[in-house]
């Protein structure tokens, strides 16, 4: 069974920096790329940051770009947030696609499995 389990969100004063984890199984992790996305209330998904299968290639969202960095070990991928800003405040999830699709598709949304999701919040 694929399990995907987030963990490190909480409350944050806008400036400051946390770093979400993702412990992976179920699966051969070290195959697949690995995304964030965040949802935040009353808006639809957006995907924020990707990590290729062998951890060489990152790619981030625009608005994230220069803060958040994404990583991976042998079977959790991290995403560090620094300079947090109130509009970064959503539930954060991991997401896999087990089918292999190119990274863009995952930007598109493409995804197989999702985690349960951690809440970041940032106070201004």
């Known amino acids: 069974e694929v399990q995907l389990v987030e963990s490190g969100g909480g409350l944050v004063q806008s400036g400051g920096s946390l770093i979400l984890s993702c412990a992976a199984s179920?699966?051969?992790?070290?195959?697949?790329?690995m995304s964030w996305v965040r949802q935040a209330p009353g808006k639809g998904p957006e995907w924020v940051s990707a990590?290729?299968?062998?951890?060489?290639k990152t790619y981030y969202e625009d608005s994230v770009k220069g803060r958040f960095t994404i990583s991976r070990d042998n079977v959790t991928v991290h995403l560090l947030m620094t300079s947090l800003k109130p509009e970064d405040t959503a539930r954060y999830f991991c997401?896999?696609?087990?089918?292999?699709?190119?990274?863009?598709?995952?930007?598109?949304?493409?995804?197989?499995?999702w985690g349960q999701g951690t809440q970041v919040t940032v106070s201004s």
């Open positions: 990590i290729s299968s062998g951890g060489d």
């Open positions: 997401a896999v696609d087990l089918t292999g699709r190119p990274i863009a598709a995952n930007m598109e949304g493409n995804y197989d499995y």
């Open positions: 179920g699966f051969s992790f070290g195959n697949f790329n």
